[in-house]
């Protein structure tokens, strides 16, 4: 039992002494606010079952709690109160025990059924049951007691509201949270981020992602401060493709230090891309690979590369097809570093990194030979060249465009006095 719940049993238990004596007290500390609400005589237990009473809470103050139910289930009683008063003790105790909420909680509903219980005690034994329901994940029997406790009365209670929404979310009943999840936030002495949770989750859940977003919006005004709160909001925007938004909220976060986590910085690369700004796509997760933050994979550093190559930053790219080729052994990023070494006019370092990707088994061998033969015909290498024109001309694939170089690259030899 956390100690909320135990705090609130022991007073519970305590009170009873309250109402032991013969001396009738009146009700002016009653909780209850409702103006229509008629107040009933305040009772107290009979002779008989007050000195078991008496006896039972002298146990109770003892430590002796095994003694003090034993005493209390020996009481029978036809009157309505007495027996009422005997069950809400019963329960109370039960309360305090491990493992005894359930059985607390029948007790505690037995006593209060006939409302012949005193205010005080009726509307407290309400809202314990609410509370030890929610425990014991008895969700709608929370929900309905502590419901029962709000019409009785009358009290605006961020604790309540709060429980209420809760265990709606508990049965998934994620419409209901909205009312009392807005109620307790308007009541809470200061911001509580679980409350905007949980209105944001039922808007979430139900995919009303406007609202969502509008309800992580008031949170990040709410709580600037919190990192995962920026980074959470930029993931809706993601979600949503509202991607401008996304990359301006991902990079306050970053220029602040909230983005920490991996996930948030493949997030932010890629929003990078998104927003046609590959080379600061690439830098980014540059950074952290080399911080470690970022696992060093296959699939980042193509990622890396892919980015520089979008922004023509050539050297960087070739850099890392090679890196993430040799982790992988993926003749086809061996092949792409050719391309790039290609673009870069560097022929062969493309030879070489084309040559490493048909020694790797690619499937796209005629892409390959046809790369090859520009690199090798670009170079003034025209033997080399045709060599590998006639291996692209085996190729289905490749095999027109090889025709069309052949006699081209005839032409150039002869003209150059080459025999080929």
Request: hydrophobic share 40%; with cysteine.
């Amino acid at each position: 039992m956390n100690k909320h719940l135990k705090h609130l049993c022991v007073v519970s238990v305590m009170s009873v002494a309250a109402i032991i004596p013969t001396t009738v007290f009146a009700q002016v500390s009653a909780p209850i606010a409702c103006p229509d609400y008629k107040r009933g005589p305040t009772n107290i237990p009979g002779q008989k079952v007050g000195k078991k009473v008496g006896k039972a809470l002298e146990a109770y103050n003892n430590d002796l709690i095994d003694e003090a139910l034993n005493i209390l289930y020996e009481i029978d009683t036809s009157n309505t109160f007495d027996r009422a008063f005997t069950d809400r003790f019963i329960g109370n105790l039960l309360a305090t025990q491990t493992g005894k909420a359930k059985q607390s909680i029948e007790y505690l509903q037995k006593a209060v059924a006939p409302s012949k219980l005193n205010d005080v005690e009726q509307v407290g034994t309400i809202k314990l049951i609410a509370d030890l329901s929610l425990q014991e994940e008895q969700y709608d029997i929370a929900i309905k007691s502590y419901k029962q406790w709000l019409k009785v009365t009358c009290k605006e209670d961020f604790d309540v509201y709060f429980r209420m929404a809760n265990a709606y979310y508990q049965t998934q009943k994620y419409a209901e949270i909205i009312e009392p999840i807005n109620k307790a936030i308007a009541l809470a002495k200061k911001p509580n981020k679980t409350a905007y949770a949980l209105k944001m989750t039922s808007y979430y859940n139900r995919k009303m992602y406007k609202e969502t977003i509008d309800v992580q919006e008031e949170s990040v005004r709410v709580f600037p401060e919190d990192g995962s709160q920026w980074t959470q909001l930029g993931f809706f925007y993601l979600l949503v493709e509202d991607n401008k938004k996304a990359l301006s909220t991902f990079e306050i976060a970053y220029n602040q230090g909230f983005v920490t986590k991996a996930a948030e910085i493949k997030a932010l690369s890629q929003l990078y891309s998104m927003n046609n700004i590959p080379v600061k796509a690439a830098q980014i997760l540059e950074k952290h690979l080399k911080s470690g933050l970022i696992k060093k994979e296959e699939r980042m550093l193509t990622s890396v590369a892919s980015s520089y190559s979008q922004a023509k930053e050539f050297k960087e790219a070739a850099d890392y097809y090679g890196q993430s080729a040799l982790l992988a052994s993926d003749p086809d990023l061996f092949q792409k570093q050719g391309t790039v070494y290609y673009a870069m006019e560097k022929y062969s370092e493309a030879v070489v990194a084309l040559q490493k990707a048909l020694d790797g088994g690619s499937d796209k061998k005629g892409s390959i030979h046809l790369a090859m033969m520009q690199a090798h015909f670009d170079k003034g290498d025209f033997r080399s060249a045709y060599k590998h024109v006639l291996e692209a001309k085996k190729d289905r694939s490749t095999a027109r465009n090889a025709r069309s170089w052949e006699p081209y690259i005839k032409e150039k030899a002869k003209n150059r006095g080459i025999r080929l």
